[in-house]
């Protein structure tokens, strides 16, 4: 009992401190030098404690003090209740739905069974979709609430795109599942123990539709209309300020971590090497004992994850830097005229070619 | 080229830009429809994501292992550790000229203060030793100047001209911007080359 207790509470500390401790201040420095240096120019590298700059680390420092000590604004007219409630809508799914993410396997510590999964739900794709669209009512609300008519449209923009979204994500999906015969992510992943068994191999056409859903359903460039500033100011985050703001920020780049995470889990054979078992690894470790082996094999494997996982967290942001922004009719045809239809070819391929 | 630019001197050939006959348009295509593999858009997509990681990687290495003759492949200067070499057509802060002995070379004609466009220059003429005319005060207001360069190309002295001092031109106060002429005088070693460069140009333009 106590055990169980202190694996969760383990868990849940390292998941969040992984995703709020250190992808998301360290995603905010990469967008900004990654994207700088892809373009020829240097980035921001001036934020300096005793002369040291750290290429810019710094910057995350600056800005968390910036936006802690900045006035908390709420426009004349606003709905005060939902224009507060709107930035945590949108950022408690983003780190909610991490949870289901299986970042290593099972192992045997001490006596004690660990699966390194802070909750493993029979449902776990389902849940991570039912809370990614929760995410849409944090940008609705708060482009409805503002009193602002940038904020509305980028609201209306975000409301249509998230719901086209999620419908052709879900379909996207739906081949994985017939591939692997589970909702379970944690059975999906050890099913991918064979290299050749990898997500991306069975579905490629599913993977490249559930990144392309994935990125839209974040709100990003190339899909990123709700929020297009040569268009509509900042869309629906406009009349937001300081910790609130950060939030909407915080929410969108966590997005891309459970994203990655959940690409690798379905696509990329999750916390596996390639062409490595985990007995393999666990008889590779024998000299350490068998506690000590379990130990080494569960951290080679939570940090295959993490490499993984950094991997499309780095994709995403080239494709972020890389691709101009859609027309918002291209992105709804795009959503309805090709993703929609070509995710039902793939399900019926992947029906004739596995449930026979 | 322009006959402005079209100095006989062989000297002096300034350029600006790239010469017409070397300016070939790319060619652009027109049609707007996309080509079937444009429309799969995934090969697109990775050739520019082939392209932007190209930069990137170029950069990231050009960072660590300097190409020769620069301190790294990206151009931008961190400017207030690093600071370019002024050309000498660049317009900077109007300043006074004096001689050798120290004495400035402006003779209170007043003509960079009637040309001057934006009245910034304010002249008291006085004699010196009942000879030579000099500028008991000569006032030189930044804070209305729009460097213009029309004093220095006005000046039969050579006395004032526009060095490549580009620091500390704007103050907190409009008031720190008045300069007195004491505040202006440099030597003449100091705008060595921007005199060259004025006797090279202005001399001869004929108007
Ligand atoms: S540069 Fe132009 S504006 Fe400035 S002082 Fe000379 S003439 Fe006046
Ligand atoms: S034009 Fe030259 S010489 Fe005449 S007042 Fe101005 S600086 Fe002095």
Redesign the interface.
Known sequence: MLADMIESIAKILFIFGMNIGFFAPVLGWVERK?SA??????GA?RADIFGFTVIGLFHSIADAIKVLTKEDFIPTGANKFFHTAAPFISLVPAIVTFCVIPFGGRYTLFGHDVNLVISDLDVGLLFIFAFSSLATYGAVLGGWSSNNNWSLIGGLRASAQMLSYEVAMGLTIIGVLMVYGSLKLTEIGVMQENFFRWGIFMQPLGF?LFLTCAIAENKRAPFDVPEAESEIVAGYFTEYSGMKFVMFWMGEFLEIVTISGIVTTLFFGAWHLPFITDQMLLSFFQFAGSNGASILAMLVNIATFFIKVIFFIW?QM??R???PRFRYDQVMKLCWKMILPLSLINIFITGLVFLR | MNKMTDIDQKKCHPMVGVPIEKLRPKQVRKNLELTLWESLY?FE?IR??Y???R??VL??IGFVFKPKGQKR????V?YPEEKVTIPAAYRGRPVLVTWKNGKEKCVACGLCEKICPANAIMIVAEERDGSDRYPSAYTLDMSRCVYCGYCEEVCPKEAIVMSAEYQGLAERDRSKMIYSKEQLLRSEESVKDRIEYIRRIYSKCSY
């Open positions: 990654q240096v892809m373009q020829d120019r240097i590298n490249v994709m080239t494709i830097w890389t691709l | 995934i997509i520019g994501m392209i932007t990681t930069h990137f950069n990231m492949r990206i151009f931008t961190y």
